[in-house]
C-alpha cells in the first residue's frame, strides 16, 4: 500500500468514527481529495486507492491535469477564487465550482456551459466569518444571490461553502460550522433542493462532520505537505 493509500485509510476510517459518534451516516460525507500542486502520479495513487472527487485552486495547473486524467471517470472541482475572465475554462471542464459570490460570475458560467454538458454543480461562497481578507458573500446577501443564481438554465446551485478563521479551538469551530448549518436550514425553506455544505479541511474536519458538512476538502492528511508553490 503506497503511504498515499495508507493515509486516505486513515482519513476515511477518522471520518467514519466521527461521523457514527455524532449519529451521521459517513457515506453521506463526500472526501474531495484537494489534489492542487500535486503531481499527476500523486492523483493516480489517490483514485487508485478509491477516490473519485479532486479539488483544484490554479487553473492552468489544473486543465492540464485534467488533459492528463481525461481517461480516468474523476469529477473535478475547482475550489480555488475565479476571476470573471476564466469562467468558461471552468465552464467547460469541471463539475463543480465552489467558489461562486457574485451574480456575474454565475451568469458567465450559465452561459458558458457547453450544452452537451450536464449543468454545472455550484456552491455559493459565504464569508462566514465576516473577513475583509476572505472572499465571499455576506450573510446579508445570501438569500437574495441564491435566488438569482437558481434562475441560470446550465447550473445548479447545490448548497453553500466556507472557509472559516483558522483556530485550533474546537469550540469556536462548531460554533461557526453550526452557522453556516443554520444558514442552509433557512435557505431550503424555499430552495429545497440544496443539499451541500461544503466545509471542513485537515484541521478541522471533526467539528465540520459535527455540525452537517457533506463534502470535506482535504489536501495535507491525505498527500503529506505541500512544497512551496512556484509562479505560474
Same mark, same amino acid.
Given at each position: 500500500?503506497?503511504?498515499? /493509500?495508507?493515509? *486516505?485509510?486513515?482519513? @476515511?476510517?477518522? &471520518? ?12 453521506? *460525507? $463526500?472526501? &474531495?481529495?484537494?489534489?492542487? #500542486? ?8 489517490a483514485?487508485?486507492?478509491g477516490?473519485? +472527487?479532486?479539488?483544484? =485552486?490554479?487553473?492552468? %495547473?489544473? &486543465? %492540464?491535469?485534467?488533459? #492528463? ?7 473535478? +472541482?475547482?475550489?480555488?477564487?475565479? !476571476?470573471?475572465?476564466?469562467t468558461?475554462?471552468?465552464? %467547460? ?5 465552489? $467558489? ?20 454545472? =454543480? ?5 464569508? *462566514?466569518? %465576516? ?14 444571490l441564491?435566488e ?13 461553502? /466556507?472557509?472559516?478563521? /483558522?483556530?485550533?479551538?474546537?469550540? &469556536? @469551530?462548531?460554533?461557526?460550522?453550526a !452557522? ?7 435557505? !431550503?425553506?424555499?430552495?429545497p ?26 489536501? #495535507?492528511? *491525505? ?8 509562479? !505560474?
Amino acid at each position: 500500500m503506497s503511504s498515499i /493509500a495508507n493515509n *486516505i485509510h486513515m482519513v @476515511q476510517q477518522h &471520518l467514519s468514527e466521527t461521523a457514527k459518534k455524532y449519529h451521521r451516516n459517513s457515506e453521506e *460525507i $463526500t472526501l &474531495l481529495a484537494v489534489s492542487k #500542486t500535486r503531481p499527476v502520479d500523486d492523483i493516480k495513487d489517490a483514485y487508485l486507492a478509491g477516490l473519485r +472527487h479532486f479539488g483544484e =485552486n490554479y487553473l492552468q %495547473e489544473s &486543465l %492540464e491535469k485534467i488533459d #492528463t486524467l481525461k481517461s480516468l471517470d474523476i469529477c473535478w +472541482h475547482f475550489i480555488g477564487p475565479l !476571476q470573471s475572465n476564466k469562467t468558461r475554462a471552468v465552464a %467547460e471542464n469541471f463539475h463543480w465550482l465552489h $467558489t461562486v459570490a457574485r451574480f456575474k460570475i454565475g451568469q458567465r458560467l450559465s452561459d458558458q456551459r457547453p450544452p452537451e454538458m450536464p449543468p454545472l =454543480n455550484i456552491c455559493v461562497q459565504v464569508n *462566514i466569518s %465576516e473577513e475583509e481578507s476572505k472572499s465571499g458573500c455576506s450573510v446579508a446577501e445570501l438569500p437574495k444571490l441564491i435566488e438569482q443564481l437558481s434562475q441560470l438554465p446550465n447550473i445548479i446551485v447545490r448548497g453553500l461553502m /466556507a472557509i472559516p478563521t /483558522a483556530t485550533d479551538n474546537t469550540e &469556536l @469551530q462548531r460554533k461557526t460550522f453550526a !452557522q453556516m448549518k443554520q444558514l442552509l436550514l433557512e435557505l !431550503q425553506q424555499n430552495h429545497p433542493h440544496l443539499d451541500t455544505l461544503s466545509m471542513g479541511m485537515s484541521g478541522d474536519m471533526a467539528a465540520a462532520v459535527a455540525e452537517g458538512s457533506t463534502m470535506v476538502r482535504i489536501g #495535507t492528511a *491525505i498527500f503529506g505537505p505541500r512544497a512551496p508553490k512556484t509562479a !505560474q
